[in-house]
Nanobody, 119 residues
Framework: QVQLVESGGGLVQPGGSLRLSCAAS????????MGWYRQAPGKQRELVAS???????NYAGSVKGRFAISRDTAKNMVYLQMNNLKPEDTSVYLC?????????????WGQGTQVTVSS
C-alpha cells in the first residue's frame, strides 16, 4: 500500500520561503508523476507543480518563477521549494502520486500540510 507523508508546512510572512517534503513508500515507483496540489476553503483543488519519472516538470502559472519541484529518486522523496510566498498561496498542500503499473493507473494522496502566508 502506497503511503505519502508530507511535512514542512507552517506560517510564514509574505515574501518568505518554505520547503515542503513528501516521503513516498510502498512501491518501486517506476513510471509515475509526483506532484503537489493545493486546496483552499471553498475552492477547487488545483495542481501546483509536478514532476514525472523522466524529470519533466510542470507548474501552475501562478507559481512559475517562485516555486520549484524536485525529487530524490533514491529516497522516494519529492520536494516543493516555495519562495516569495504571497497571501494567496495560503492553502492546504497535498502530495500526489499517479503511478502506472502494467497500464493501470493508481492515484495516491497524502494527508495535506497547511501553509499560511500572513503578516
Amino acid at each position: 500500500q502506497v503511503q505519502l507523508v508530507e511535512s514542512g508546512g507552517g506560517l510564514v510572512q509574505p515574501g518568505g520561503s518554505l520547503r515542503l517534503s513528501c516521503a513516498a513508500s510502498g512501491s518501486t515507483f517506476s513510471i509515475y508523476t509526483m506532484g503537489w496540489y493545493r486546496q483552499a476553503p471553498g475552492k477547487q483543488r488545483e495542481l501546483v507543480a509536478s514532476i514525472n519519472w523522466t524529470g519533466v516538470r510542470n507548474y501552475a502559472g501562478s507559481v512559475k518563477g517562485r516555486f520549484a519541484i524536485s525529487r530524490d529518486t533514491a529516497k522516494n522523496m519529492v520536494y516543493l521549494q516555495m519562495n516569495n510566498l504571497k497571501p494567496e498561496d495560503t492553502s492546504v498542500y497535498l502530495c500526489n502520486v499517479d503511478e502506472w503499473v502494467r497500464a493501470t493507473k493508481s492515484t495516491y494522496w497524502g494527508q495535506g500540510t497547511q501553509v499560511t502566508v500572513s503578516s
